[in-house]
């Protein structure tokens, strides 16, 4: 895989609160602290496609990955277009993460008709790797990856993808994608961090980011299979279920549960840094866990 993610990256929905130029300087930031990839996602804010491209002008080696692009958001012709127009301009910095979202996203908000996930994505690859592009190629190869949770969608992610992204996930299930993928394809789960050590305020923090993705299907089903009950999952969440999503406490408890993300078999980890304030750049977090990390440009 030419992309290179490094280890450890930084995924954040904070970049689409800032104007482009504040944004651009960001990516810039976290790049001298040395994470090797910057996640953004696709819902209600920047459209990923043009937002990736404006993002990745603010460093110099730093991949922009998207964590996801909407597959409704635009047919399988302009998402393959797209890719290979970013990564015409920069060859090997581009990951495309694409996934198929949510029913309360794409009914509700969108007004389309969510129906068979799975093989909603696996037309769509077909029709993305059948796509005719009458424009110079990219010096780089195309590569994605998928955001897969089940079983039927990890084996798609292992067979027409470089791998999956995997959200809102505990540890358990990094081996259990990894054990469904297989040795050679890319695992690159996020992991949500609340630096703070006090328990009530920690889980409080949490929680706040939690409730949206514990009123989604996708991710309960999900979490169903790793032994989360109506219990856990009721209301915001258990205390159990809140501590297996989010690390919280100290930069070494965050470290340790990354490296436990790496045992079980992730290539890559990215960190979603949880704070009080959603809107804002949580740089000294990042700076803390760069630090901890030992990473280095």
């Not at 910095?93 to 996203?105: E, N």
């Amino acid at each position: 895989m030419a992309v290179d993610l490094g280890r450890i990256g930084v995924w954040t929905h904070t970049l689409d609160q800032q104007q482009i130029g504040a944004a651009q300087e960001a990516v810039g930031e976290l790049e001298a602290m040395g994470f090797g990839a910057v996640w953004i996602p696709e819902s209600v804010g920047r459209e990923a496609m043009s937002s990736a491209a404006l993002l990745l002008a603010g460093g110099e080696h730093i991949v922009v990955a998207t964590g996801i692009a909407n597959l409704w958001a635009r047919d399988a012709m302009s998402m393959a277009a797209g890719q290979k127009t970013i990564l015409s301009a920069y060859p090997d910095r581009f990951l495309l993460g694409i996934g198929v979202s949510h029913k309360r996203a794409i009914e509700g908000l969108r007004g389309q008709t969510y129906d068979k996930p799975l093989a909603t994505m696996r037309a769509y690859l077909d029709a993305m790797d059948e796509a005719v592009f009458f424009a110079a190629q990219p010096p780089s190869e195309p590569e994605r990856v998928l955001a897969a949770l089940g079983p039927k969608m990890l084996e798609l992610a292992r067979d027409r993808a470089g791998g999956a992204h995997p959200y809102f996930v505990p540890v358990e299930h990094t081996a259990f994608a990894r054990e469904a993928l297989g040795p050679g394809p890319r695992l690159a789960p996020e992991q949500a961090v609340v630096l703070e050590t006090d328990p009530s305020t920690a889980r409080e923090v949490a929680r706040s980011h939690m409730k949206t993705y514990l009123g989604l299907p996708n991710y309960t089903n999900n979490l169903r299979r790793f032994g989360f009950d109506d219990d856990d999952l009721a209301g915001e969440g258990s205390d159990r279920l809140v501590d297996a999503i989010v690390a919280w406490g100290t930069t070494d408890v965050v470290v340790a549960r990354i490296q436990a993300h790496f045992d079980a078999g992730a290539d890559h980890v990215c960190i979603q840094v949880v704070d009080t304030d959603l809107r804002a750049l949580p740089l000294r977090q990042w700076r803390e866990l760069a630090g901890a990390l030992g990473l280095s440009a």
